[in-house]
């Protein structure tokens, strides 16, 4: 087992780690707040590649991915706002029928794009300061997955900040720790629901962004993430910023360094069993109980 | 009479099937402290919530300063002026008391974006300001209601409901707490409604009393005109 080896398989796992928690934290946070279990949030990663996709057709060049997040980031929000006002509002009394809900807008959106874009999906074409990789010391660390990585340390870091500095973060912490009592205060807890799945929503819409550098975008791209995203929010604890942090560090590192030993099903196998083993020792996932709330 | 600032006429309210409060009726001028005791499990709690909005009504009407509030949800009563110290506290426990005291602002309405935490509320409870950056499911009882009565004033409210804010803690803070709210009633000229059942404490600083037994109210009186024993024998307290 050579040190480049293990090198090159740590970089790979950090890699995985940031796509699985920018696909993770939209659930996380929408999970957290509302204890809504969203079946379309892989759609929504399909919609940000789509908007990856469509952007760049409109505005080729070398910067047309930096103009695609925040439209992705946008055009997202925007169907999230649709879809919470529509359905999961009207749905919330009762969680397992937002599941079933979400899981039809789930199909409603994969058949729309197989209808509009074609069952093959279209190719996202990275601009070249994105197609070469970087050598360090023998590893090799290709620039589309360094930019990834710095996106999500980004969008992390934005998130904390959202969260702990802004009155909007205040008044979605004040929601999370006892709804009724915000109410009491003054706040509309409804408005707030609607800002954080926008949010969440949005951050999945760049997560596509990033799906569409690594290959094609297909209708069904988002079903091969949202496992993996569910894993990471329980791992973390339901609704935990650094939860979610930490277990998709975790996860990714665990994926690519089995992978040294095994071939990659039987790392995804070892993953699932991994998951459920370490559940069965810490219900609560890795977040302490103290900064289980939306915190940073 | 001026309008009441709360006026409950035939209120009704429940969990479930079992009805827990009947054909309440209660009016509060504006200014005046109104104590509402009964011994426990006698609706007191159920009325503030379902003055609050926290529990919905079954029957009859809430007017806030003439207005019908009835059908508005809570926290559009809490911006029309309503204020609740709930019992049990219920701050924000990871939240710090400066963000706790911010999250009350809310009911200010759209002003409560630039607004700041009134400095009155800091000189009512000097210890707040001490312990502002520590999160608020670390203090103590006594510090937790002054947060709790703190956030609530924050909001400018017209009428303060107030429940058991002696529950549970030390003398020396009940006594602070008293003069807090003498402070507000006098100085503020706010409207209280509150839930006791330490008679002592309420006899102090309530104008007026309400005395609830199995969902009803069944008497009422003035503080003045009568001591805290002779009424807490007439009720059963």
């Known amino acids: 087992m050579s040190g480049i080896l293990v090198a090159t398989q740590l970089f790979n796992g950090l890699s995985l780690a940031s796509i699985y928690l920018l696909a993770a934290l939209g659930l996380a946070l929408s999970f957290g707040l509302m204890r809504v279990i969203n079946m379309a949030h892989g759609e929504l990663l399909m919609l940000g590649g789509y908007f990856a996709w469509g952007t760049l057709g409109l505005v080729p060049g070398p910067l047309g991915i930096l103009v695609a997040l925040p439209v992705a980031f946008l055009g997202s929000a925007a169907v999230g706002a649709v879809i919470e006002t529509t359905l999961i509002r009207r749905l919330s009394a009762r969680p397992l029928d937002t599941l079933l809900g979400t899981w039809g807008v789930s199909l409603i959106l994969q058949q729309a794009a197989r209808d509009l874009f074609g069952a093959i999906g279209v190719e996202v074409r990275a601009p070249d300061w994105l197609s070469g990789a970087w050598t360090l010391g023998g590893v090799t660390l290709p620039s589309a997955r360094l930019f990834i990585m710095l996106v999500a340390l980004a969008v992390l870091g934005a998130l904390a900040l959202l969260l702990r500095r802004s009155r909007l973060g205040l008044l979605v912490r004040a929601v999370n720790q006892d709804r009724m009592m915000a109410s009491a205060c003054g706040i509309d807890a409804g408005r707030v629901d609607l800002a954080v799945f926008c949010l969440g929503s949005g951050i999945a819409g760049m997560a596509g962004v990033m799906l569409a550098l690594l290959g094609p975008v297909t209708p069904n791209v988002g079903q091969g993430y949202i496992v993996p995203a569910f894993l990471v929010v329980v791992m973390g604890g339901l609704g935990s910023i650094l939860g979610t942090t930490v277990a998709a560090l975790i996860l990714g590192l665990f994926l690519a360094l089995s992978q040294i030993f095994v071939d990659v099903s039987i790392a995804q196998m070892l993953m699932l069993v991994f998951v459920i083993v370490f559940i069965q020792f810490r219900p609560q996932g890795v977040a302490p109980a103290r900064t289980r709330a939306l915190d940073a | ?237």
């Open chain 2, 1 to 237: 009479m001026s309008t009441p600032l709360l006026e409950i006429t035939g209120l009704g309210a429940g969990y479930g099937q079992s009805r827990v409060l009947w054909d309440i009726d209660l009016a509060l001028a504006p200014g005046e402290v109104l104590a509402l005791i009964g011994r426990n499990g006698v609706g007191k709690t159920t009325l503030l919530s379902a003055i609050a909005g926290s529990r919905p009504l079954s029957a009859g009407t809430l007017r806030l300063g003439g207005e019908d509030i009835t059908t508005l949800s809570p926290h559009r009563r809490a911006r029309a002026g309503i204020g609740l110290v709930p019992q049990g506290r219920h701050v924000f426990p990871q939240l710090s008391v400066m963000e706790n005291l911010q999250a009350g602002l809310s009911a200010l309405g759209p002003r409560a974006r630039q607004a700041k935490v009134p400095q009155h509320i800091f000189d009512l409870f000097p210890k707040l300001w001490d312990i502002r950056d520590r999160a608020a499911g670390f203090l103590s009882g006594g510090e937790q209601q002054q947060l709790a009565i703190g956030r609530a004033l924050a909001g400018e409210p017209r009428l303060l409901l107030l429940d058991e804010p002696t529950e549970g803690i030390q003398p020396n803070v009940v006594q602070q707490i008293e003069q807090a709210l003498t402070h507000v009633r006098r100085e503020l000229g706010m409207t209280i409604l509150v839930v006791e059942q330490y008679l002592d404490f309420v006899w102090r600083f309530a104008t007026r009393y309400a005395a609830m037994q199995n969902g009803r109210i069944v008497r009422t009186g003035s503080i003045a005109g009568e001591s805290a024993a002779d009424v807490a024998h007439l009720v059963h307290i």
